[in-house]
């Protein structure tokens, strides 16, 4: 008897880890998305400030503003690349076993 249970308690556990693992993968591409929204919006802002920068040569702060802009593009890469590896994962693993999901990078294939 106690390992039917046990049995049955793995069983459980199993089928309980995969909602929760969806749900997370779910949760990770909408920060993606609302990060990738957020370093958009704070780059418009920073282009404006590019523009007064340089309107009133005040060149330094424009080198300041374009290494900012820099930042933000190279962080939009790695959330917009984390963000189609989730997709990727979530939507091209339905015909495999249940379970988390493993990473897809497309510079291993």
Same mark, same amino acid.
């Given at each position: 008897?106690?390992?039917?249970?046990?049995?049955?308690?793995?069983?459980?556990?199993?089928?309980?880890?995969?909602?929760?693992?969806?749900?997370?993968?779910? #949760? &990770? %591409? =909408?920060?993606?998305?609302?990060?990738?929204?957020? +370093?958009?919006?704070?780059? @418009? $802002? !920073?282009?404006?400030?590019?523009?007064?920068?340089?309107?009133?040569?005040?060149?330094?702060?424009?080198?300041?503003?374009?290494?900012?802009?820099?930042?933000?593009? #190279? &962080? %939009? =890469?790695?959330?917009?690349?984390?963000?189609?590896? +989730?997709?990727?994962?979530? @939507? $091209? !693993?339905?015909?495999?076993?249940?379970?988390?999901?493993?990473?897809?990078?497309?510079?291993?294939?």
């Amino acid at each position: 008897m106690k390992r039917t249970i046990g049995l049955a308690t793995m069983i459980l556990s199993g089928y309980l880890l995969v909602p929760c693992a969806q749900a997370q993968t779910w #949760q &990770d %591409m =909408r920060s993606d998305r609302n990060a990738i929204h957020e +370093d958009r919006d704070a780059l @418009h $802002h !920073d282009k404006k400030e590019l523009r007064q920068d340089l309107r009133n040569g005040d060149y330094d702060a424009a080198r300041h503003e374009r290494a900012e802009m820099e930042h933000r593009r #190279q &962080d %939009m =890469r790695e959330e917009g690349q984390d963000l189609r590896n +989730d997709w990727w994962n979530r @939507h $091209h !693993d339905d015909d495999q076993e249940r379970g988390p999901r493993g990473f897809h990078n497309d510079d291993n294939d």
